[in-house]
C-alpha cells in the first residue's frame, strides 16, 4: 500500500507564497512523473506542474514564472513553492504520483487527499 500525504497549504494575501510538500510512503519501489493538480469550486481539476523523476519539468501556463516544482528522490517528496499568489489560484491542490510498487511490480497512479489554498485580495 501507498500513501501520499501533503502539508502546506492555508489562507494567504494575494502576492505572498506558500510552500506545499508532498511526501510518499509505503510498498515503494520507484517513483516516475510526479505532479501538482487542483480543483477550484466549480471547476474541473487542473494539471499545475510536473516533475519527471530525471528532474524535466512543466507547468501550466497560468503559473509559469509564478510556481516551481521540484523533488527530493532521497524523500520521496515533492514540493510545491508558489509565490506572487493571485485569488484565482484559490483551489484544492492535490499532489499525484506513477509509483512502482516493490509488492507487485506494477506501475500505479496515486493521488494525496488534497490540501486547500485560499488567497485573500
Known amino acids: 500500500q501507498v500513501q501520499l500525504v501533503e502539508s502546506g497549504g492555508g489562507l494567504v494575501q494575494a502576492g505572498g507564497s506558500l510552500r506545499l510538500s508532498c511526501a510518499a510512503s509505503?510498498?515503494?519501489?520507484?517513483?516516475?512523473?510526479m505532479a501538482w493538480y487542483r480543483q477550484a469550486p466549480g471547476k474541473e481539476r487542473e494539471l499545475v506542474a510536473v516533475?519527471?523523476?530525471?528532474?524535466?519539468?512543466k507547468y501550466a501556463d497560468s503559473v509559469k514564472g509564478r510556481f516551481t516544482i521540484s523533488r527530493d528522490n532521497a524523500k520521496n517528496t515533492v514540493y510545491l513553492q508558489m509565490n506572487s499568489l493571485k485569488p484565482e489560484d484559490t483551489a484544492v491542490y492535490y499532489c499525484?504520483?506513477?509509483?512502482?510498487?516493490?509488492?507487485?511490480?506494477?506501475?500505479?497512479?496515486?493521488w494525496g487527499q488534497g490540501t486547500q489554498v485560499t488567497v485573500s485580495s
Open positions: 499525484n504520483a506513477e509509483i512502482r510498487s516493490s509488492s507487485d511490480g506494477f506501475t500505479y497512479s496515486y
Open positions: 509505503g510498498s515503494i519501489f520507484s517513483i516516475n512523473a
Open positions: 516533475i519527471s523523476s530525471g528532474g524535466r519539468v
